[in-house]
């Protein structure tokens, strides 16, 4: 017994989850337009540092409403959407960007929410969104749904 906890006590520590997944020159290999719709302000700028650190850029949004119009008034190929906000919440918002651009002409949607709970997940994408991501956002998830994300031809 000893021995096997000789041998745990010898293994290097695992990294910590997100550390090593801050690459600064995504955004130079993988362009995106990024619209941000987060009502908290807090979470706008967390969400913004997060962005900048692997080189890109977000407008904001402050709520459902504004990213509607936002994504009317310029292409994006990506909106970070919170599920719950004012006015118009990220569910809604997601269906009427849906139903106001067809698939290949609306941005890659991706939810951000705390909502970890069983079914959240399918709501998300039942509403129309194309990826999700739990709060506190996890480096490795969100680099991963901004990877999955295309960068649209205008």
Aim: glycine residues 6%.
């Amino acid at each position: 017994m000893s021995l096997l906890a000789k041998d745990e006590a010898a293994k290097p520590a695992a990294p910590v989850a997100g550390k090593s997944q801050i690459d600064p020159g995504m955004a130079e290999r993988h362009p995106l337009r990024i619209l941000l719709a987060e009502d908290n302000v807090v979470n706008q700028k967390l969400a913004l540092r997060l962005l900048q650190r692997i080189g890109y850029r977000a407008d904001v949004a402050s709520n459902g409403l504004e990213a509607v119009e936002s994504v009317q008034r310029q292409v994006y190929d990506v909106v970070l959407m919170d599920v719950q906000m004012p006015e118009l919440d990220g569910l809604d918002a997601t269906r009427r960007i849906c139903a106001l651009q067809g698939p290949g002409a609306r941005p890659h949607i991706i939810a951000m929410t705390a909502n970890a709970m069983q079914g959240d997940r399918e709501m998300c994408l039942a509403a129309g969104m194309d990826d999700y991501v739990t709060k506190p956002i996890r480096v490795d998830q969100f680099v991963k749904a901004l990877n999955n994300a295309v960068t649209r031809k205008d």
